[in-house]
């Protein structure tokens, strides 16, 4: 009986044992890269090539082999050939022939999509504008592709700083972790690297880079977080502003630092500063309610937002809008609300669900569940934010239902 072929039974014979727990799960960090490496033929083909050396087990070194370029490819006497390919698999990528061409990218195409992204930052001299070509391209479709692309830049902490920069799309901060994490390197060298990008970020995009890290490598993101404390010791200070605007910019400020010190297992610490926001509002003579968060990921994309004043008799129509996420905060009043879930696949397909809520609460409707709401006694004040406008064109299906369901 044929034994089945076990790639990793394999890496271990071949790499020293020290170097197992860095190198395994910066494979296993990226999809694409492990599933390919489970084929016998590529596998045995980057255990010949690339060896017994740790370092080397790069998303570039490996994506290059199975385009089968040499993983130590010059870029500066690059092949015209292999120039023009990267080219055509780029212009392919940015503007695909149907939706689901970037479900069929393969570990090749994405080493060559690295090429084409040096190319790009050697002909514009900056990664600024790199967000407008890939516009179009789901972030995790860019995973493999900047993983690739870190090991072959020659300006590796420039595109790492462009990711999670403020010209960058938010979302980038996953692909700066995921890249990092896919380089074959111990913990204290991925916590250098993440430290030294993420003491310098404002304050709410280095809370929603720790926060990703925290779903992927728990342990780390709390080792990293003290790191970042270590490195902010005013981030527990609380200061006296003239301006009304800089007192609610300090209490967010605060909320923001609790959240980091939650991360780092601090919770003591992240307590006292809850109660300084607090304090800080109840000075202010304000009563505020945080709505919701991007680091809450309740919604893939911001089209429209508004606040809504209820009347009583006067309903938010039940709507059911096919393509569209919604999220509801209710603010202020007694609110009835009435979900009808007509999800085709969904295990409640047919359900309603009604509520009435009498305190600030954050729902979500998302698409191809029908919402509406009424307010019971006196005006009720709403915030409504949404995936898309009313206007846009994949509104056009949205259909206005009957509050009471029929006999």
């Known amino acids: 009986m044929t034994e089945k072929y076990s790639f990793i039974a394999s890496l271990k014979s071949t790499l020293p044992e020290e170097s197992w727990p860095w190198v395994i799960p910066a494979l296993r960090q990226d999809d694409l890269i492990w599933q390919s490496l489970q084929d016998p033929k590529f596998g045995e083909q980057a255990l010949r090539h690339i060896g017994s050396q740790p370092d080397d087990w790069s998303p570039a070194s490996l994506a290059l082999l199975a385009s089968g370029y040499n993983q130590h490819i010059s870029l500066e006497t690059l092949n015209p050939e292999i120039r023009q390919n990267a080219l055509h698999a780029f212009e392919q990528f940015v503007k695909p022939a149907s939706p689901h061409a970037y479900d069929r990218l393969t570990l090749a195409k994405s080493g060559l999509l690295a090429i084409a992204l040096v190319e790009r930052f050697n002909r514009v001299g900056s990664w600024l504008g790199l967000e407008a070509d890939l516009r179009n391209v789901p972030v995790t479709s860019l995973k493999t592709p900047i ?18 920069g403020n010209s960058a799309p938010q979302e980038y901060q996953e692909l700066l972790i995921h890249a990092v994490l896919c380089m074959p390197q ?18 709410s995009k280095c809370l929603h880079a720790l926060t990703h890290l925290k779903k992927l490598r728990p342990n780390f993101a709390t080792s990293l977080a003290r790191l970042f404390l270590e490195s902010q010791p005013t981030l527990s200070n609380r200061r006296s502003f003239p301006s009304y605007q800089e007192n609610l910019e300090q209490i967010s400020q605060l909320l923001r630092s609790a959240d980091i010190f939650d991360i780092a297992n601090l919770p003591s610490q992240a307590a006292s500063l809850r109660s300084l926001a607090l304090e800080t509002t109840r000075e202010l003579g304000v009563t505020r309610w945080l709505a919701f968060k991007d680091t809450d990921h309740l919604l893939r994309r911001l089209g429209e937002a508004e606040i809504i004043r209820l009347m009583p008799g006067h309903p938010i129509a ?6 569209v996420d919604e999220a509801w905060a209710v603010l202020e009043g007694v609110v009835d609300v009435l979900w009808h879930d007509l999800r085709p696949r969904s295990p409640t397909n047919g359900v309603r669900y009604q509520a009435t809520l009498r305190r600030p609460a954050l729902l979500l409707a998302p698409f191809g569940v029908a919402f509406g709401a009424r307010a019971l006694e006196g005006a009720a004040l709403l915030a409504r934010f949404a995936t898309h406008g009313r206007d846009d064109p994949e509104s056009r299906d949205d259909a206005t239902l009957e509050w009471e369901a029929s006999p």
């Open 147 to 164: 993983a690739c692309l870190c090991g072959i830049t020659p300006d590796r902490d420039g595109l790492l700083r462009f990711l999670a």
């Open 186 to 203: 111990r913990l204290h060298d991925h916590a250098k690297t993440l430290h030294a990008i993420l003491k310098d970020l404002p304050l």
């Open 318 to 323: 039940l709507t059911l809008r096919p393509v």
